[in-house]
């Protein structure tokens, strides 16, 4: 196996910005709002969960609904919450960060930036993405700079992307294939393999999944993944996922991250933690809100 660095374990956030939402531009814009009033119109009313392994769409399916469904987030309209995003070496990222879920707007305000935003300064950090625009402020001033516009672009995508995950798994592009059942620390799991049609994302290298759903609670525990665009071909990459239930919704509150060494070895410890705090939906956020 390839030795796979630390490489600022931004890898983890940046890269994974387009995983299947990296998908044409006007997809993008689209793709959210016209799924949920698809649902909406045609399931008014909560329906049993269809789980079928040998039809694994189904099973996407079911992780949706088994997460809150869309009819219930998209009637929570927004949220907000803390974000801390903590390399092993203690180094962090922490940032409040509010989503708008019709038309997918996205903003984080940055006080602590210690590894993506900034690491070597103090400011306080303001990024946006609207309408297929990003856009970032340092205290409260503009800033032109590409890279700093280009970190926005990336973590305002992936950070909406990362939150919404068990909605958006099934975006059009999708591919999936039924790969059988694993036992895990007495736990069976149906593992689903996702993988994205060139023609869909605009992509020539897409990243693959291989899903861990729990058929008790349809939920996804844990996924490897792989980042073509860092060499890493292999779905080797591991994340473990913990739920909080808010407002009906099942929240991906705790994710841990696990990079294997040059022997496929993992490390006990998680290599990243994401934890999300302070969750509050439904907050009557507007546009003009998420300004920077």
Same mark, same amino acid.
């Given at each position: 196996?390839?030795?796979?660095?630390?490489?600022?374990?931004?890898?983890?956030?940046?890269?994974?910005?387009?995983?299947?939402?990296?998908?044409?531009?006007?997809?993008?814009?689209?793709?959210?709002?016209?799924?949920?009033?698809?649902?909406?119109?045609?399931?008014?009313?909560?329906?049993?969960?269809?789980?079928?392994?040998?039809?694994?769409?189904?099973?996407? #399916?079911?992780?949706?609904?088994?997460?809150?469904?869309?009819?219930?987030?998209?009637?929570?309209?927004?949220?907000?919450?803390?974000?801390?995003?903590?390399?092993?070496?203690?180094?962090?990222?922490?940032?409040?960060?509010?989503?708008?879920?019709?038309?997918?707007?996205?903003?984080?305000?940055?006080?602590?930036?210690?590894?993506?935003?900034?690491?070597?300064?103090?400011?306080?950090? @303001?990024?946006?993405?609207?309408?297929?625009?990003?856009? @970032?402020?340092?205290?409260?001033?503009?800033?032109?700079?590409?890279?700093?516009?280009?970190?926005?672009?990336?973590?305002?995508? @992936?950070?909406?992307?990362?939150?919404?995950? #068990?909605?958006?798994?099934?975006?059009?592009?999708?591919?999936?294939?039924?790969?059988?059942?694993?036992?895990?620390?007495?736990?069976?799991?149906?593992?689903?393999? @996702?993988?994205?049609?060139?023609?869909?994302?605009?992509?020539?290298? #897409?990243?693959?999944?291989?899903?861990?759903?729990?058929?008790?609670?349809?939920?996804?525990?844990?996924?490897?993944?792989?980042?073509p665009a860092w060499g890493i071909n292999e779905t080797v990459?591991?994340?473990?996922?913990?739920?909080?239930?808010?407002?009906?919704?099942?929240?991906?509150?705790?994710?841990?991250?696990?990079?294997? #060494?040059?022997?496929?070895?993992?490390?006990?410890?998680?290599?990243?933690?994401?934890?999300?705090?302070?969750?509050?939906?439904?907050?009557?956020?507007?546009?003009?809100?998420?300004?920077?």
């Open positions: 196996m390839k030795t796979i660095q630390f490489i600022k374990l931004g890898i983890l956030c940046t890269s994974v910005t387009l995983l299947s939402c990296n998908q044409k531009k006007e997809e993008n814009l689209t793709t959210e709002t016209s799924i949920a009033k698809t649902v909406e119109e045609k399931q008014p009313e909560k329906k049993e969960i269809t789980y079928d392994v040998t039809k694994p769409k189904t099973i996407i #399916n079911a992780v949706a609904e088994a997460s809150g469904g869309w009819n219930n987030i998209w009637n929570l309209k927004d949220v907000e919450y803390t974000y801390t995003y903590e390399q092993a070496d203690g180094k962090k990222d922490v940032s409040i960060e509010r989503y708008i879920f019709d038309g997918e707007y996205s903003w984080g305000k940055y006080t602590t930036h210690q590894i993506n935003v900034l690491p070597e300064g103090e400011q306080t950090i @303001v990024q946006n993405f609207s309408k297929g625009t990003a856009s @970032v402020s340092m205290d409260g001033k503009p800033m032109t700079d590409e890279k700093m516009i280009g970190t926005s672009d990336f973590l305002r995508q @992936v950070n909406y992307y990362w939150f919404m995950m #068990n909605f958006k798994i099934g975006d059009p592009g999708t591919i999936y294939e039924y790969k059988g059942q694993e036992t895990i620390n007495g736990k069976v799991y149906d593992k689903v393999s @996702v993988a994205y049609d060139p023609q869909k994302t605009g992509k020539e290298a #897409n990243d693959a999944y291989i899903l861990y759903v729990n058929p008790e609670t349809k939920l996804i525990d844990q996924f490897y993944f792989s980042l990459l591991l994340m473990k996922v913990t739920y909080t239930e808010i407002d009906g919704i099942q929240v991906s509150t705790h994710r841990y991250a696990y990079i294997p #060494n040059e022997k496929g070895e993992y490390p006990k410890e998680p290599s990243l933690s994401e934890i999300s705090t302070n969750i509050k939906f439904n907050n009557g956020f507007t546009p003009e809100d998420l300004k920077i």
